[in-house]
């Protein structure tokens, strides 16, 4: 009912920026937060970012001061601009959305298929 499409991945050098889209369509009422997480190689996922319908945000310490994460209400899509990028920073990044379906109006929890973000020199 409802689809995330991620774009904006690929291979950056240390210090360098990047900027990940994630455009949800489908059957949409509403949309509550929206976020970005990741994964590396051998790790859990975790939050990197989230923003409420409303603007507030909120930020894993790890990128506190270096990414920023927005959204468009009025297109359904969340940015997360990523600046002085680490090798650290290396993984699949996610994007999710907690969506209010058409059919239901219940909320549902959806997530991207990933988009590959590698910080190397």
């Known amino acids: 009912q409802v689809q995330l499409v991620e774009s904006g991945g690929g291979l950056v050098q240390p210090g360098g920026s990047l900027r990940l889209s994630c455009a949800a369509s489908?059957?949409?009422?509403?949309?509550?937060?929206m976020g970005w997480y990741r994964q590396a190689p051998g790790k859990q996922r975790e939050l990197v970012a989230t923003?409420?319908?409303?603007?507030?945000?909120n930020y894993a310490d790890s990128v506190k001061g270096r990414f920023t994460i927005s959204r468009d209400n009025a297109k359904n899509t969340v940015y997360l601009q990523m600046n002085n990028l680490k090798p650290e920073d290396t993984a699949v990044y996610y994007c999710?959305?907690?969506?209010?379906?058409?059919?239901?109006?219940?909320?549902?929890?959806?997530w991207g298929q990933g988009t590959q973000v590698t910080v190397s020199s």
């Open positions: 923003i409420t319908s409303g603007g507030s945000t």
């Open positions: 489908g059957s949409i009422f509403s949309i509550y937060t």
């Open positions: 999710n959305a907690h969506v209010i379906v058409v059919s239901t109006i219940r909320e549902y929890n959806y």
